[in-house]
């Protein structure tokens, strides 16, 4: 069974628990990249108690993957190089 | 009733010429065929008055959309995270693209796809891309967002907008025709209509007042519908006759009724105005029993479900509701859906079967109607004779116990009643 696919006309992304490390963390797909972040336990339980104004700051395109080129790099979460197992 | 508008006769030359097109018995054919009346109905009345925009069914969970129309405008009708209905210009701040593509969705913030401005669900801005050629973030404070309804009112589960920062509230707006929409919800046992049933998108190439008058004519059913009448063995057909203690009702503010209640009172069964005997719908019936009492919800049964058409784009003919959207001079699009009932699924399966056979792709009613629509704009494109009678029923007109003017089930009183609100818009 494939992932979970969470998606609207702004965004597609794939969801899944991932297990291959010493324990679960969620992995996160841009199927319109390709481009991949995990959240641990932890990082997720500080997104549920964010407040509103932290979630919508990060929906400002600047803050990340359109920001101007002397504010850093374009993306920090970068695209799986690894291979994925076997199903 | 309160009038949106003060008459600019002897002021405005265009409101003395409209003025002379209205009859208390005619109307002149250019009212439908006119674009610079059509430019002045779009700015005196539906960027002037309520116009219905959508029902909070359809929105049901936080961050739930849905795209809706007011006339030619493109607007998104939003759920926020706090619960709070929101209808927004579909078009971006920055260079006037359409954001929102989907018919639905559920998003809090909307990414427009020309340069990735990124707005809430409120229309607040929320960033753009690259930002130091705005001078950085704190730009995002002096650039527009979405630009918002200036109001938005919700009258049971019926979300209206006005385009107009001041005017009457939607209460005033909708006077006498809200307890139609009582009378409508009355009939689910929890007292709430739900518009889950999907939408059939149907364009005509006729003038939009060649709807709204079509809505409450008694005087057509016989003639224009007599083939699903036949072949469903529907009673209503007959109630739209000169022996019928059926009235045509003008409600005020444009809005007009076919009230058909005395004929179903006659008849005295339960659901006899859906044509469904109890027994086919048990659950629904035991559901509104319990919910009124036995008594009562026989008479909110018997009396059935109100047809009526609130002025300019909701009509409710009794298990169907369409929301009238004119494009152009000469288009206009139905927006139809079965009307559902909450708590009610043995009722709600029947009405989807019903709407399809009337209103559906394929449905008799709606296609009957809109051959006439069509035929009429074409023919009022004649130059000779230039005006369209408006007088049947006129001599019998009366006044009912609660003040309204009444005519027969086949009386053009609801088409001079829109008239006469029309012109207070218009002139």
Request: net charge negative.
């Amino acid at each position: 069974m494939g992932p979970d696919v969470v998606a609207n006309e702004f965004a597609t992304v794939a969801v899944s628990v991932d297990d291959r490390g010493n324990g679960t963390r969620l992995r996160l797909e841009d199927r319109r990249t390709g481009t991949v972040r995990y959240l641990d336990a932890l990082e997720l339980e500080s997104i549920v108690w964010a407040p509103e104004e932290w979630m919508r700051a990060l929906l400002d395109p600047s803050r990340h993957r359109w920001r101007d080129a002397d504010r850093g790099p374009a993306q920090e979460s970068l695209p799986e190089s690894r291979p994925e197992p076997p199903t | 009733m309160t009038t949106d508008v003060t008459t600019d006769a002897g002021t405005d030359p265009e409101a003395d010429r409209i003025r002379s097109l209205v009859r208390p018995d005619a109307v002149h054919g250019s009212l439908y065929t006119d674009p610079a009346v059509y430019a002045r109905e779009l700015e005196r009345i539906w960027y002037t008055t309520w116009v219905y925009v959508g029902h909070t069914s359809e929105v049901p969970e936080a961050d739930d959309y849905v795209r809706k129309t007011i006339g030619p405008q493109q607007v998104v009708m939003t759920r926020d995270k706090t619960g709070a209905i929101h209808v927004l210009h579909n078009r971006c701040s920055h260079r006037g693209n359409l954001v929102c593509d989907a018919d639905r969705g559920n998003a809090g913030s909307f990414r427009c796809p020309y340069h990735g401005w990124t707005f809430a669900n409120t229309g607040d801005l929320l960033g753009f891309p690259f930002n130091q050629g705005y001078g950085g973030s704190s730009a995002r404070d002096r650039l527009p967002g979405l630009a918002a309804a200036p109001r938005v009112e919700v009258y049971r589960g019926f979300v209206f907008a006005s385009l107009a920062a001041e005017g009457p509230t939607l209460r005033e707006h909708l006077g006498p025709a809200a307890e139609r929409l009582d009378r409508l919800c009355a009939l689910s046992p929890a007292g709430e209509v739900e518009l889950t049933a999907g939408w059939v998108r149907h364009e005509v190439t006729a003038n939009w007042k060649m709807l709204v008058e079509n809505e409450t004519d008694g005087y057509h059913p016989q003639f224009v519908h007599s083939s699903i009448f036949s072949i469903s063995g529907s009673g209503i057909g007959a109630l739209y006759s000169d022996k019928s203690t059926a009235v045509t009702r003008a409600l005020g503010g444009g809005h007009t009724e076919n009230d058909l209640s005395p004929e179903f009172r006659r008849l005295g069964v339960p659901m006899g105005w859906a044509g469904t005997p109890e027994t086919k719908i048990p659950d629904y019936v035991a559901a509104m029993r319990a919910a009124h009492g036995t008594g009562k919800a026989d008479e909110i049964m018997i009396d059935g479900s109100p047809h009526v058409m609130i002025f300019p784009n909701l009509f409710v003919a009794e298990i169907q509701l369409f929301q009238i959207q004119p494009i152009a001079v000469d288009r206009t699009v139905q927006h139809v859906t079965a009307i559902q009932f909450k708590d009610a699924p043995d009722l709600n399966r029947r009405l989807v079967t019903q709407c399809v056979g009337s209103v559906g792709p394929a449905g008799m009613l709606l296609a009957d109607d809109a051959e006439m629509y069509e035929r009429n704009q074409r023919g009022v494109a004649a130059r000779h004779p230039e005006w369209l009678d408006l007088s049947r029923g006129l001599q019998r007109e009366r006044v009912d116990d609660d003040g309204f003017t009444i005519g027969t089930a086949t009386d053009e009183t609801s088409m001079r009643a829109m008239w006469a609100h029309y012109l207070e818009l218009m002139a």
